[in-house]
């Protein structure tokens, strides 16, 4: 008897799937998963773990037995918070019960965002280098990602002029990421307000994710595009609690938005995820009434350690700017004579510091490289001293 002959599942996959990458974050990550002699400065994730009064909320909550399902919404009470505490960090109100949506995380706010807007050859405006998912996010959403080069001679900035120049009569959004991963970069206001212009100009709509607002340095203040005439009517603003609040496990994250489009984000919410595990909105909710006697102390260490590591960089001969706010650097490696990629698996095979290359963020980062400086001071030394170690070994002339 002959056996049965062996299924090929790769022709059965949705075509939408194909080229889409895996995450290059998440590929270094998995090298050095297991290994206890690395350094990581690969992951974006604060070294501290949440602080007590919010994991002691949590605690109290499972202790009572608050396991159940929540609204579709979003606790009431947490969404009543997230209006007070955006109007104080946004200076735009929202009305929790019909302009507010608590997700799984701000990945599945913007996933929702573009699925609900988005029809078949719509094209979405982003800059690049950019987060991993945007690209992914809006073609898996049936859009077309039209990515805006921002450069190191600007600070990463993104300037409007560009994003006009990418404009055409299939452009229905405008995404934007300031404070940026991966470059740390803020939005000059002038620019900011430019790009507000073209989208009311255009009648766009704008996707705004805010997950690093808090963490700004030097004495910056957070500009968000919402606060622009004619903006809030248009935009989706994005955020979370995984980076100021030290939160990336609890995977909490919101959404701002007009009653329309929150409605239609919420129909796609209800059927794919239900809702947000109780547990980690009750300590989201801890965290806003917490505030800044949570954030400050972070932001404060996390500013040390940037200036730290950028003038480390610029001593060993690796090109970075100063980043204005998030918790990354981006240093240009090409004075080594390697690109990205080659620097960071020959850093981590010869000093076993993982840092991530930087065309996993498009392809104008194929010269550089990310490096989370969320990370205890002390490994970041020992980081800096072993990169410096491997910089001068191969360094050209």
């Known amino acids: 008897m002959s056996l049965p002959r062996q299924m090929d599942l790769s022709n059965k996959l949705s075509r939408q799937l194909s080229g889409i990458p895996r995450s ?21 994730e604060p070294d501290k773990p949440t602080p007590w009064p919010i994991r002691e909320a949590a605690i109290r909550s499972l202790e009572k037995g608050q396991t159940s399902y929540t609204s579709n919404l979003g606790l009431e009470s947490l969404r009543v918070a997230i209006s007070e505490y955006v109007a ?44 991993v998912s945007y690209g992914p996010s809006i073609t898996m959403a049936y859009g077309v990602p039209v990515p805006v080069n921002t450069r190191l001679e600007d600070n990463f900035a993104l300037r409007a002029e560009d994003v006009e120049k990418a404009i055409t009569p299939k452009t229905k959004v405008i995404a934007l990421n300031f404070p940026t991963n991966p470059t740390g970069a803020i939005e000059p206001p002038e620019e900011l307000e430019k790009i507000a212009q073209l989208c009311v100009k255009h009648d766009l709509l704008c996707f705004t994710d805010e997950i690093y607002s ?80 949570v954030i400050e102390p972070m932001r404060q260490s996390y500013e040390e350690r940037r200036n730290f590591v950028v003038r480390r960089l610029n001593e060993m001969g690796l090109s970075c700017f100063n980043p204005g706010g998030a918790f990354y650097v981006f240093p240009d490696v090409s004075s080594t004579g390697l690109s990205g990629r080659d620097f960071a698996l020959k850093l981590l095979e010869e000093k076993s510091v993982a840092v991530v290359p930087g065309n996993a963020f498009g392809p104008t980062g194929e010269k550089c490289v990310r490096c989370c400086y969320a990370t205890a001071p002390d490994l970041l030394v020992k980081a800096m001293d072993g990169m410096e170690e491997f910089v001068k070994s191969r360094k050209v002339a």
């Open 24 to 44: 290059g974050i998440r590929d270094f990550f998995e090298l050095v998963i297991g290994r206890s002699d690395v350094i990581s400065l690969g992951v974006g």
């Open 88 to 131: 104080g960090q946004f200076r735009v109100t929202y009305d929790p019960k019909t302009e507010i949506l608590v997700t799984v995380g701000v990945s599945e706010a913007l996933d929702l965002a573009f699925r609900a807007v988005l029809d078949p050859g719509d094209e979405v405006i982003y800059h690049q280098p950019c987060y």
């Open 214 to 293: 808090e963490l700004l340095y030097d004495g910056g203040q957070h500009k968000s595009i919402v606060e622009f005439p004619g903006m809030r009517e248009r935009t989706v603003l994005l955020h979370g609690f995984s980076k100021a609040f030290a939160m990336t496990g609890w995977r909490l994250g919101y959404a701002c938005a007009p009653a329309v489009l929150r409605e239609a984000m919420m129909k796609i919410h209800q059927y794919c995820m239900l809702c947000a595990p109780i547990m980690s909105q009750v300590a989201a909710l801890e965290a806003l009434h917490q505030g800044t006697t």
